[in-house]
Each structure stands twice: as C-alpha cells, then as structure tokens.
C-alpha cells in the first residue's frame, strides 16, 4: 500500500532556540533592557568609606534643600544598616525595625527575579519631622541590611562576579522605577558591602563627604580608585567633596583653622590627580561643593526631628560668619550647577 505524501506545512513556526535566534526569558529581557537603559539621571551617592564624617547629615540636608529648591519631588534612600537617617527624619526605631517596608526587603536576593511584579510606591514614605518639604520622601532603612552580603554570597555559588553584576543590575532597575522623582540620594555606610557597591556603581553621580583631619581624608583615595575600576559605561560622576565639621576661625568668612587647612590641601591634591577629563572640565580648578560648620544647632535639629524644633535656627548669625542657611544653600546650588554642567556635555 502506497504511502501518502505528508503535506508540507507552510503555517508560521516558532521559532528554535539557538545562539542564533535565542528564546529569551521574561527575566532575562529585564536585564538586557537594563543594560541597555540610561541610569536615573538625578541619582546621586553620599558615599566615603570612612565612618563617622558625615554622610548622613549630608543626605539628610542636601535632601531638605534640593526639595525646597527646586520644588520637585526628591526622594532618599537609607541603605546603611544603623538606620541613621530613617532616625534622624522622625522615624522611631521600633517602627522602623518591625515593617516590611524597607530598603532590606526591597534588594534582598528573592526580589531580583521579582522585579516586573514589585509595588515600588509603597516602600515609599512621606517624611515624618514636621518641618520637611512637603515634596520630600524616604525609603527607610533596615537593621538587617548587614546580613545582606552573606545572603548575596549564599545565594548565588557562581562566583563574586555574577551576583556584583546582577545586583547592579537590579539596583540600576529600582532607582529607574521611581523615575518620578526629579532626584534621588542614597546614604550609603562606611563599608564595600555588596549593596554599597552596587549603588555607587548604580548612581549617575556621587559626592564624598569627609571631615578635613588627618585620619578622615585617607578614605577618600580608597574611594576614588574603587570608582576607576567600575566600567566606564557605569562609572558614576564625581560632584566634588564636602566638608564637615568644620571648625571654623572668627571674622567674616569663616576660615578654617590651621589643622583643618592642611588636611584639606592634602585631599584636594589627591582628588584632582585622579579626575577625568569630564570631571576637570565640570568641577574647574576646585572639586569643593560646599562646607557644613561644627555647630550645635545642626546636631540638634538631625536629633529631634518631629519635635518642635525650628529649622529657623539656621539663619542666626554667629560673629559674621555664614549662617549655617547659607552655607546649606550654596552647597546645593553647587550640586545643581554641575549635574548642570555634566548634562550639557
């Protein structure tokens, strides 16, 4: 008995799997539509690796002034586990500890795959002290964002390479995902943890914080030389560096006193060796953002947020010297002007 032909089939084919004509996951598109996406383009770093310099404060109050500045929306990230600056904008530590709703369980390694189905709005929260802008919110911190390094290294045996990339990755996606905020600053801890990494390596820009003395300025070329390492495509730009605590000599202007001087002209030599073309260009002669005095007003007003407090305080004079309003808004008008400068290039 004859054998019937098999008619040809001419209907459309999936088509196969190959290094050719690859099948992609839903997973995988996220990540290569990562790699392919611009970074947030008003993210920035408050990063040293030198604990105790300020970086909180810094965070804290560019954040103040950049939203009452600009009258857009900023927005904070608290990813240092002592929760310093969640604390310092009103939050008590119980409730901060005991929701779900915090930076720890937004990058902890089960929300990477989970990225298309997170709610990012809600781990967003207005902040509580009661003289914030009304345009300024917070992902809070969490103690337990320590023990995220040693979940990253258990949960991926691929080697150090893999989950550094996939982590930067995932953390370049999260900052896009609140593109409604105008700008986005992340206070970083005095460490390289996973998290610190990824985020400075995830950040269109980055600012260094130090206080101008002998022992602090050493965390500044560690900083930097990590920052050359990053590939260039995900390098973040430097904005200069403040500094803190200054203790500043009588008579108007406020100089600083000797020890502090030196230091400074130390930092300052290492930070303009190590500058690209494009930072030169943007930062000029003087990578200085701004100083912020060693004064007992600012101190009291990070230590009793949701009190009365008044923030009014900042505009006293104290023996001719800038008040500390003055010096918090040439700081920011500083940052401004040069992510200005980098977006013009």
Known sequence: ??????????????????????????????????????????????????????????????????????????????????CSLSLALGFDPEEV???????????????????????????????????????LFIVRGSFNVDELDMQIAQSLATGTKRHVDELFLYCKQLLNAYSEYDYVIVDCPPNKMFLTQAMLRACSYYLAVTIPDAISIYGMPRLLRWVKLVPPSDRPKLLGYVLNAINRTGGVGGGKVYSQQSAETRLKRNIQADLDKEEQRVLGSDPLIGVIPRLDVIARFLGEAGTKFSRYDFSKKTS??????ECLSSLADVVLARIGGYRCA
Not at 33 to 55: F, M, P, Q, T, W
Not at 320 to 325: I, M, N
């Open 97 to 135: 500890s005991k929701t779900e709703l915090t930076i720890y369980n937004l990058v902890k390694p089960s929300k990477w795959a989970k990225i298309a189905k997170t709610n990012f709005d809600k781990y967003v929260t207005k902040v509580k002290d009661t003289v914030a802008p009304d345009n």
């Open 1 to 82: 008995m004859a054998r019937k032909k098999r008619k040809k089939d001419y209907s459309p084919q999936k088509k196969d799997a190959s290094p050719f004509n690859p099948v992609v996951s839903s997973e995988n598109k996220l990540k290569i539509d990562a790699l392919r996406a611009e970074k947030h383009r008003g993210s920035i770093c408050v990063v040293n690796y030198k604990g105790g310099v300020g970086k909180t404060t810094v965070s804290c109050l560019l954040g103040y002034y950049l939203a009452e500045k600009t009258q857009k929306k900023v927005l904070l990230f608290d990813i240092d586990p002592q």
């Open 320 to 325: 001719g010297q800038p008040t500390v309003d």
